[in-house]
């Protein structure tokens, strides 16, 4: 079973940031927070990782709390391109550990 | 970043055939995984494919319905037996990505949509 919870849906206006929660609070401490992306009739996209520290790439910024209970995905201008499905996995990639899918956020960016 | 082809990218199947999926990936990889996806929903993890060995299953998932090989280490195969509607998905293709000795995540090959009639 996934070990994250998100909402179903959300919605955020082109040019705003779009910052997409994730609540994960029986994550170990070996377990890596991803995020991935699936656009429509795509194969998912890999978006971002952390373990601790926030962590940012030309994609996205990965806040995670502190208690590493949570963790918020922010895209900081959103684009009409950005509507998707967001996936908020945990996993320890470092054991080879199997990547489980929850049911994910749907995003509609609105122009 | 790895490159995945999936063949297959459609097919319409009549039920009671069998269809076989491959996955060609561009770099050498230990694990390869498959996915379905039904429509309107996320995806299941069917199995995960090592070189050399069988392929492990996931609750609910068997080898006579879905057998896989992974005869080297930038190929694979799934095979969906014995088609039904039920079967109707797209099944996705997965590999790991490592650097600097942890985990970078997992690849995806755009899918192989199946259609059971």
């Known amino acids: 079973d996934a070990k994250t919870t998100q909402p179903t849906s959300m919605d955020c206006a082109e040019g705003r940031a779009a910052n997409l929660p994730c609540n994960h609070s029986?994550?170990?401490?070996?377990?890596?927070v991803y995020w991935y992306r699936q656009i429509h009739s795509q194969g998912p996209q890999y978006i971002i990782h952390g373990l601790k520290n926030n962590e940012t790439n030309e994609m996205a910024s990965l806040i995670i709390t502190e208690d590493r209970k949570s963790s918020t995905l922010i895209l900081p201008h959103a684009t009409l391109r950005d509507t998707a499905v967001y996936y908020c996995?945990?996993?320890?990639?470092?054991?080879?550990?199997?990547?489980?899918f929850g049911k994910g956020t749907r995003l509609h960016i609105l122009p | 970043s790895a490159v995945i082809s999936q063949k297959p990218s459609r097919d319409i199947c009549q039920r009671g055939t069998s269809l076989t999926i491959q996955c060609q990936v561009d770099?050498?990889?230990?694990?390869m995984f498959w996915y379905r996806q039904q429509p309107g929903q996320s995806l299941t993890l069917i199995a995960t494919a090592n070189q050399g060995s069988e392929a492990t299953y996931e609750s609910g998932f068997v080898i006579d319905k879905f057998p896989i090989s992974r005869p080297n280490l930038t190929f694979s195969t799934l095979t969906v037996s014995n088609m039904s509607p039920e079967d109707s998905s797209i099944y996705l293709c997965?590999?790991?990505?490592?650097?600097?000795?942890?985990?970078?995540?997992?690849?995806f090959g755009q899918g192989t949509r199946l259609t059971v009639v």
């Open positions: 770099s050498q990889v230990t694990m």
């Open positions: 997965s590999v790991e990505s490592r650097g600097r000795g942890r985990g970078l995540g997992a690849f």
């Open positions: 996995i945990v996993s320890d990639m470092n054991r080879d550990d199997k990547i489980i």
């Open positions: 029986t994550i170990s401490g070996n377990e890596y």
